[in-house]
């Protein structure tokens, strides 16, 4: 009899046991893969196991990868941070299929993405070409988007080049010089053209020095035939299929909670970014001192501390 209760009771425990871990195994979500979409596959990782809501990263480019933006880790102390490489850079599949460069496209890409991760309730986070991507998603899929953060912004591409002559007058007469010429010829390779980039770059982009395996990284992993194709062949010169990109109009649309940042030197001018922010209902802009375009490399502590902010003022409007 004895022996018949210590059975039942191992069978009880191991069953127990059994459902805890299954549960375990199926519910758990892995934390670094890839998901299929058309064309390819995405690479993802998830950093932080928060209870908060979590935040998926759109990185810039197009054609650049996640990398540069794992100073954001910082905010996984507090929720789930989503890193993706988007399709044709960084650890996702490398395409050479120009009918998969376009907007539309990596809209449809990302919502695969979004049910691959089975995200039923998450903040968007853009920058640069991702603020493109991230209103463009949220204008057709905005199910389950709680709040926007648009970082260092595109929204005209008139308004960006017209922002970029004004940056590149700035510069020494030589550089301007080498520009328009090159320009004029559609000779983007030459030394000269080249050259004036490193100076836009040092001065509007990105104005902390990158180390060594930072440059093979940034190198390694960016898909620079996504990035000529769309957009074209520097910051400041558009010849891609985002020459005509305009959502103006689309932005007084928007009624989430929705933050803009820019950096003092931005190439994305903070007096554009401030004239974005204020075609959106509610939202609010964030100037990010000493620093450009990289504003997460330039001044990571100010920057977080921002979004942190925000994200901590949205969370505490949906648990009322």
Known sequence: MKNNKVVALSLIIGSILFFFLHSCSTSSQPKE????????????????????????????????SSFYLEPLKELSDERPVIFIDQLGCGRSTRITDTTLMTIEKNVEQLEQVRKGLKLDRFYLYGHSWGTMLGIDYYLK?????????????????????????????????AIQTSIKESEKQHNFTNEAY???MKVYYKAYVRRSDKSKSQKDTAAKYFGENVYTFMWGPSEFTATGNLLNYNRLKELTQINLPTLLTA??????????????????PGAQFQLIPQAAHSTMQDNPKEYNRVLRAFLHQVDAANDK
């Open 33 to 64: 893969g890839f998901i299929d979409v058309e064309g390819g596959k995405i690479w993802y990782r998830i950093v932080g196991e928060g209870d908060k809501t979590p935040v998926l990263l759109l990185h810039g480019g197009p054609g650049s």
């Open 141 to 173: 899929y905005p199910k389950g988007i709680q709040a926007l953060i648009f970082s260092s912004p595109l929204f005209s591409t008139k308004i960006w080049t017209d922002d970029a002559d004004t940056l590149i007058a700035t510069l020494p007469k």
């Open 194 to 196: 080249q050259e004036a």
């Open 263 to 280: 950096g003092e030197f931005d190439e994305a001018r903070p007096s554009s970014v401030r004239y974005f922010t204020s075609l959106i």
